[in-house]
């Protein structure tokens, strides 16, 4: 049972809620500097070209320009990963997509740098671009870069847990469908925007719409040449992120260089076609899944496989591709596991992390698939799954630990709260109920790159006032991890929310937190933050305890006081005083915590994907209305419980919950990047209009269910919120639909031209029909736990039993 | 570039940068009149910010489609970012920075802010101008005239629904006074 909290789980108002009710709230693109210079990037309107000559002179001649920047001055490679650098501040011999920056352009005001940008000329050597996955990894094109695993072929991954084939070989029933998930974007309302302000002794400061201010540090100091030490960064309040402003970006290092060169503050906004091209949205994924089912309705095996059309850079798609094959494992028994992935390279803007990375993709045709397999078998979709739990404290196939698993309570919860057992197959013609489950990481077990190091860091200053200070490098992009940092540090010190400042997101006041990615920062910001808090209440107590002549032990910290248990109000003092005692005995109050993730039972190549220190899980039915005169489909209402373990604010966590299937709902019937192939690859619809997302029509009521069973890893036991309630939606949207109108959709988004197509073929489904060869080869095998494995490749441990004969026989 | 030169792309001619003289307009904003000067270009929203230092508005799309923008003009929304600043003056504009007043923030502003209506806030001034317009003219809306009013207006993080929730609760406290 959760324990019950002065703060944690309740509802007060976050804390930056007014301010950004009231204008106050700083984005980046709400700063200005005197003598501020306004920067524009000139950009390829060519898919795939040699650059020739870069010729920036009339630019420069223009009056108001006061420098220009090509990419011959910040050779230096980047990415987010360091296993795909693959990225130049501005393209230094080759560009890759529409889109792609070549130069820029710094002048006095904005319609001069636009115009300056319109005025370089660049000469380019047309090289064939490739549009299509399946014609990528052909290889018949030159390729987008010089690393890889061959060719387009960004990434290939193969690995095996368990005889798969064996197992399929003896299943009951094997299914095997085809899925497409289509790509699509964050669209965060705010334009990436970052501004530069140099120091008359070298230093520069970027202040940006980012996720990452830790990893832009990094990046921009290698690019810049500089010691990290003279760099800042801030990262402003994010106008919403959703996994968008996670990479370093080409135009954040520019600006930086830009300063630096003129010595005047420089400002970048992008247009939000230009935000279209950053995108680092969604990867399109084409998937094949092979499940062998008994004829009870266990799961003996699963092999499944995944295409992802990678765009023009690296960004996070290495990780993006092992996560496609990640999280199988998580919600239902897969005793035998296969997974082959492939990620190429195509000449369109680069695909990343969106919420929920990698994931959707797989957890959308895995939830069709089951939905498919309980009909075949005549088992009712909801006891399929109950049937089929993993259990708790437990270790999968693919040797990822499971700690609490709250999904039969949110399946249960769900079943009871849309009247499930009484309605499905019951709303008539046209009108539809389907389920579906999903689970996520509470943030990546493991960091961007190697090291030993915490994920996360706070610092806790107490005033003889009796004010405290917050300082954490977590970002706050809407998300409210601002005020879980001040609701776990008063929890534990016994103020209010407003007696705690907080000073986040800027690398030379704050301890670094890796970012607002993966859904971390409650779990990690928090661990560390309680951390932080205890030691300061412990240094508070004992000199409080020493004033009051009581044990340690008895003393209280609530209501801004500290008190004996036993004599709440005869003896105690106020927080303050406690403070100032505090302060006489020890010296200035500050103290720090820090939180590194428990290391993962798997040791295999790839195993750095997927661990986490928890997982969340959600359940979700929606109600949907088809129109089979016009294929449209509309949510009608969803109802979706969450195990988020212990919610540090209710109200909060309720609010990501809803925005989780908003944005599952627009990837389900709506949202699409979409690219014209024959027109050189240009994007579509860069625009808002013509990216369709849902507006108040479309959003239907949400019923939201929060299963709080706390999780021993999480702050308070708190798990993650922000992630894994969008993953259901879209697989339950094409279960309703195939309960409306008894069509199998599988491919996303569910558009009305799909939903035609379907009722008009004969066997009653629209969506891929073919998959390409992956030449995958010979998996890397990895026996199971209960194969009794170690965790390692099995090759790999005989290499290294072969190393280690060897060093013996030596000795 | 010569004769010699391999043909680039046809690139746009510089453009003839005449001496564009600034317009000077007295804008009436949150109730105080100011004297701006500004390029006659220039639209409302980037006026507001850029020349009146007004960052509370925020912009999107640039094209109309969000809402994002939206001030009050004589009480009526406003897009402020496909509106010419010159075609302004004299009139009643109102931002985000003029709904709080010297008793407190706005009704609406107070419950968007208690509710978590405001995510990463990015859309809020839109919404809290597009909202308040709605109350002008109508005491207790329901929820699907709140939908309507409200479907000019994008939010990427909410799903809407904690925002109709505190449109009705703010309805509420302004008919209680």
């Given at each position: 049972?959760a324990?019950?909290?002065?703060?944690?789980?309740?509802?007060?108002p976050?804390?930056?809620?007014?301010?950004?009710?009231t204008?106050?709230?700083?984005f980046a693109?709400?700063?200005?500097?005197?003598?501020m210079?306004?920067?524009?990037l000139?950009?390829?309107d060519?898919?795939?070209?040699?650059?020739?000559?870069?010729?920036?002179?009339?630019a420069?001649?223009?009056p108001?320009?006061?420098?220009?920047?090509t990419?011959?001055?910040?050779?230096?490679?980047?990415?987010i990963?360091?296993?795909s650098?693959?990225?130049?501040?501005?393209?230094?011999?080759?560009?890759?997509?529409?889109?792609?920056?070549?130069?820029?352009?710094?002048?006095?005001?904005e319609?001069?740098?636009?115009e300056?940008m319109?005025?370089?000329?660049?000469?380019?050597e047309?090289l064939?671009?490739?549009?299509d996955p399946?014609?990528?990894?052909?290889?018949?094109?030159?390729p987008?870069?010089?690393?890889g695993?061959d060719?387009?072929?960004?990434?290939?991954?193969?690995?095996?847990?368990?005889?798969?084939?064996?197992?399929?070989?003896?299943?009951?029933?094997v299914?095997?469908?085809?899925?497409?998930?289509?790509?699509n974007?964050?669209?965060?309302?705010?334009?990436h925007a970052?501004?530069?302000?140099?120091?008359?002794?070298?230093r520069?400061?970027?202040w940006?719409?980012?996720?990452t201010?830790?990893?832009?540090?990094?990046?921009?100091?290698?690019?810049?040449?500089m010691p990290?030490?003279r760099?800042?960064?801030?990262?402003?309040?994010?106008?919403?992120?959703?996994?968008?402003?996670?990479?370093?970006?080409?135009h954040?290092?520019?600006?930086?260089?830009?300063a630096?060169?003129?010595n005047?503050p420089?400002?970048?906004t992008?247009?939000?076609e230009?935000v279209?091209?950053?995108?680092?949205?969604?990867?399109p994924?084409?998937?094949?899944?092979?499940?062998g089912?008994g004829k009870?309705?266990?799961i003996?095996?699963?092999?499944f496989?995944?295409?992802?059309?990678?765009?023009?850079?690296?960004?996070?798609?290495?990780?993006?591709?092992?996560?496609?094959?990640?999280?199988?494992?998580?919600?239902?028994?897969?005793?035998?596991?296969?997974?082959?992935?492939?990620?190429?390279?195509?000449?369109?803007p680069?695909?990343?992390?969106?919420?929920?990375?990698?994931?959707p993709?797989?957890?959308f045709?895995l939830?069709?698939?089951?939905d498919?397999?309980?009909?075949?078998?005549?088992?009712?979709p909801?006891?399929f799954?109950?049937?089929?739990?993993?259990?708790?404290k437990?270790?999968?196939?693919?040797w990822?630990?499971?700690?609490?698993?709250g999904?039969?309570?949110c399946?249960?919860?769900?079943?009871?709260?849309?009247?499930?057992?009484?309605?499905?197959?019951k709303?008539?013609?046209?009108?539809?109920l389907g389920?579906a489950?999903?689970s996520?990481?509470?943030?990546?077990?493991?960091?961007?790159?190697?090291?030993?190091m915490?994920h996360?860091?706070?610092?806790?200053?107490?005033?003889?006032?009796?004010?405290?200070?917050?300082?954490?490098?977590?970002?706050?992009?809407?998300?409210?991890?601002?005020?879980?940092?001040?609701?776990?540090?008063?929890?534990?010190l016994g103020?209010e929310?407003?007696?705690?400042r907080?000073?986040?997101?800027?690398t030379?006041l704050?301890?670094?937190?890796l970012?607002?990615?993966?859904?971390?920062?409650?779990?990690m910001?928090?661990n560390?933050a309680?951390?932080?808090?205890?030691?300061?209440?412990?240094?508070?107590?004992?000199?409080a305890?020493?004033?009051l002549?009581?044990?340690?032990?008895?003393?209280?910290?609530?209501?801004n006081?500290?008190?004996?248990?036993e004599?709440?109000?005869?003896?105690?003092?106020s927080?303050?005083?406690a403070?100032?005692?505090?302060?006489?005995?020890?010296?200035?109050?500050a103290?720090?915590?820090s939180?590194?993730?428990?290391?993962?039972?798997?040791?295999?190549?790839?195993?750095?994907?997927?661990?986490?220190?928890t997982?969340?899980?959600?359940?979700?039915?929606?109600?949907?209305?088809a129109?089979?005169?016009?294929?449209g489909?509309?949510a009608?209402k969803?109802?979706?419980?969450?195990?988020?373990?212990?919610?540090?604010?209710?109200?909060?966590?309720i609010g990501?919950?809803?925005?989780?299937?908003?944005?599952?709902?627009?990837?389900?019937?709506?949202?699409?990047?979409?690219?014209?192939p024959?027109r050189?690859?240009?994007?579509?619809?860069?625009?808002?209009?013509?990216?369709?997302s849902?507006?108040?029509?479309?959003?239907?009521?949400?019923?939201?269910?929060?299963?709080e069973?706390?999780d021993?890893r999480?702050?308070?036991?708190?798990?993650?919120?922000?992630?894994?309630?969008?993953?259901?939606?879209?697989?339950?949207?094409?279960?309703?639909?195939?309960?409306?109108?008894?069509?199998r959709?599988d491919?996303?988004p569910?558009?009305p031209?799909l939903?035609?197509?379907?009722?008009?073929?004969?066997?009653?489904?629209?969506?891929?029909r073919?998959?390409?060869?992956?030449?995958?080869?010979?998996?890397?095998?990895?026996?199971?736990?209960?194969?009794?494995?170690?965790?390692?490749?099995?090759?790999?441990?005989r290499?290294?039993?072969q190393k280690r004969r060897?060093?013996?026989a030596?000795? | 570039?010569t004769?010699?030169?391999?043909?680039?792309?046809?690139?746009?001619?510089?453009?003839r940068?005449?001496?564009?003289?600034?317009?000077?307009?007295?804008?009436?904003?949150?109730?105080?009149?100011?004297?701006?000067?500004?390029?006659?270009h220039?639209?409302?929203?980037?006026?507001?910010r850029?020349?009146?230092?007004?960052t509370?508005?925020?912009?999107g799309?640039?094209?109309g489609?969000?809402?994002?923008?939206?001030?009050?003009v004589?009480?009526?929304?406003v897009l402020?970012?496909?509106?010419?600043?010159?075609?302004?003056a004299?009139?009643e504009i109102?931002?985000?920075?003029?709904?709080?007043?010297?008793?407190?923030?706005?009704?609406?502003?107070?419950?968007?802010?208690?509710?978590?209506?405001?995510?990463?806030?990015?859309?809020?001034p839109?919404?809290?101008?597009?909202?308040?317009?709605?109350?002008?003219?109508?005491?207790?809306?329901?929820?699907?005239?709140?939908?309507?009013?409200?479907?000019?207006n994008?939010?990427?993080c909410?799903?809407y629904?904690?925002?109709?929730?505190?449109?009705?609760?703010?309805?509420?406290?302004?008919?209680r006074?």
């Amino acid at each position: 049972m959760a324990r019950s909290y002065r703060i944690i789980g309740k509802s007060p108002p976050k804390v930056d809620g007014l301010a950004k009710c009231t204008g106050a709230t700083k984005f980046a693109d709400d700063l200005a500097f005197p003598r501020m210079l306004f920067c524009k990037l000139h950009r390829a309107d060519v898919p795939h070209a040699r650059i020739v000559r870069v010729d920036t002179s009339e630019a420069e001649a223009m009056p108001g320009v006061v420098a220009v920047l090509t990419g011959a001055e910040l050779p230096t490679p980047f990415g987010i990963l360091p296993v795909s650098e693959d990225e130049h501040a501005l393209c230094l011999d080759r560009v890759r997509f529409v889109g792609d920056p070549v130069a820029a352009v710094a002048a006095v005001d904005e319609d001069t740098a636009f115009e300056a940008m319109r005025l370089v000329r660049v000469e380019y050597e047309p090289l064939p671009p490739v549009f299509d996955p399946a014609e990528a990894i052909a290889n018949r094109t030159p390729p987008l870069h010089d690393y890889g695993d061959d060719g387009n072929v960004h990434k290939r991954v193969s690995m095996e847990f368990g005889d798969v084939a064996g197992a399929l070989k003896k299943a009951d029933l094997v299914l095997e469908d085809i899925f497409f998930f289509q790509g699509n974007t964050h669209l965060p309302m705010e334009q990436h925007a970052a501004v530069a302000l140099p120091e008359a002794d070298g230093r520069v400061t970027i202040w940006s719409s980012t996720q990452t201010p830790h990893y832009l540090h990094k990046a921009a100091a290698k690019v810049l040449g500089m010691p990290p030490s003279r760099l800042r960064v801030i990262a402003c309040p994010n106008g919403g992120g959703f996994g968008g402003k996670s990479d370093p970006f080409n135009h954040e290092i520019v600006v930086a260089k830009l300063a630096l060169k003129t010595n005047r503050p420089v400002k970048i906004t992008l247009t939000r076609e230009e935000v279209f091209y950053c995108h680092r949205g969604r990867h399109p994924v084409l998937m094949r899944s092979r499940m062998g089912l008994g004829k009870d309705g266990t799961i003996a095996g699963l092999h499944f496989e995944s295409l992802l059309d990678g765009g023009a850079y690296g960004s996070y798609g290495v990780a993006s591709t092992y996560y496609t094959g990640a999280l199988q494992t998580v919600t239902y028994k897969v005793p035998v596991y296969r997974f082959d992935g492939v990620r190429c390279f195509t000449n369109k803007p680069p695909c990343g992390p969106k919420r929920g990375h990698g994931t959707p993709q797989p957890r959308f045709a895995l939830e069709v698939q089951i939905d498919k397999a309980a009909e075949k078998l005549g088992i009712d979709p909801a006891d399929f799954r109950l049937r089929n739990l993993q259990p708790p404290k437990s270790v999968t196939a693919n040797w990822l630990q499971i700690n609490t698993i709250g999904l039969r309570k949110c399946i249960e919860a769900v079943v009871e709260a849309s009247g499930w057992r009484e309605r499905r197959g019951k709303l008539g013609r046209g009108r539809g109920l389907g389920l579906a489950c999903s689970s996520y990481i509470t943030g990546a077990g493991l960091p961007i790159y190697w090291n030993k190091m915490p994920h996360s860091g706070v610092m806790v200053k107490l005033d003889r006032g009796g004010g405290v200070t917050a300082y954490c490098g977590a970002t706050e992009i809407g998300q409210g991890s601002d005020t879980v940092l001040a609701s776990c540090v008063a929890e534990i010190l016994g103020v209010e929310l407003l007696d705690v400042r907080i000073c986040v997101a800027d690398t030379d006041l704050t301890p670094v937190d890796l970012g607002s990615y993966s859904s971390r920062v409650t779990l990690m910001m928090g661990n560390a933050a309680i951390q932080a808090a205890e030691r300061a209440r412990d240094l508070v107590a004992r000199a409080a305890a020493e004033k009051l002549e009581i044990p340690v032990t008895r003393l209280v910290f609530a209501d801004n006081r500290v008190f004996d248990a036993e004599d709440p109000e005869g003896k105690g003092m106020s927080f303050a005083q406690a403070v100032v005692c505090a302060e006489a005995k020890h010296g200035t109050i500050a103290t720090a915590g820090s939180y590194t993730p428990p290391q993962s039972p798997g040791r295999y190549r790839g195993a750095g994907v997927g661990p986490t220190p928890t997982y969340s899980y959600s359940a979700c039915v929606t109600e949907i209305a088809a129109d089979e005169e016009t294929g449209g489909v509309a949510a009608r209402k969803i109802w979706i419980a969450h195990d988020i373990g212990q919610a540090i604010n209710r109200n909060l966590a309720i609010g990501q919950v809803e925005g989780g299937v908003y944005m599952g709902l627009g990837e389900a019937l709506m949202e699409e990047m979409a690219y014209r192939p024959r027109r050189a690859g240009v994007h579509k619809i860069p625009s808002m209009l013509e990216y369709k997302s849902p507006t108040t029509m479309e959003m239907p009521e949400v019923e939201t269910i929060l299963i709080e069973e706390p999780d021993d890893r999480g702050p308070f036991g708190a798990k993650e919120v922000g992630q894994g309630p969008l993953l259901p939606v879209m697989p339950a949207v094409a279960n309703a639909l195939f309960d409306a109108l008894g069509v199998r959709v599988d491919q996303i988004p569910i558009t009305p031209e799909l939903v035609l197509e379907a009722l008009g073929r004969e066997d009653r489904r629209a969506g891929p029909r073919a998959y390409p060869d992956l030449r995958a080869g010979k998996p890397v095998r990895i026996l199971t736990p209960e194969e009794g494995g170690d965790g390692y490749e099995v090759e790999q441990e005989r290499k290294e039993k072969q190393k280690r004969r060897e060093q013996r026989a030596k000795a | 570039m010569t004769d010699k030169d391999p043909p680039t792309k046809a690139a746009p001619k510089a453009p003839r940068r005449e001496a564009v003289r600034k317009a000077t307009l007295a804008l009436r904003v949150n109730g105080e009149t100011q004297e701006v000067s500004f390029l006659p270009h220039k639209t409302l929203l980037e006026v507001l910010r850029e020349d009146m230092g007004l960052t509370g508005t925020k912009h999107g799309c640039e094209l109309g489609e969000c809402g994002t923008c939206t001030v009050l003009v004589d009480g009526e929304p406003v897009l402020s970012c496909l509106a010419l600043a010159l075609e302004f003056a004299g009139r009643e504009i109102t931002t985000v920075e003029g709904l709080s007043g010297p008793r407190g923030p706005h009704p609406l502003q107070r419950r968007f802010a208690e509710l978590n209506a405001a995510q990463c806030g990015y859309c809020t001034p839109g919404f809290l101008l597009a909202a308040k317009s709605l109350l002008d003219r109508e005491a207790a809306p329901d929820r699907d005239t709140i939908r309507k009013e409200l479907s000019g207006n994008l939010c990427r993080c909410t799903g809407y629904l904690k925002i109709y929730e505190a449109v009705e609760l703010a309805a509420e406290d302004l008919r209680r006074g």
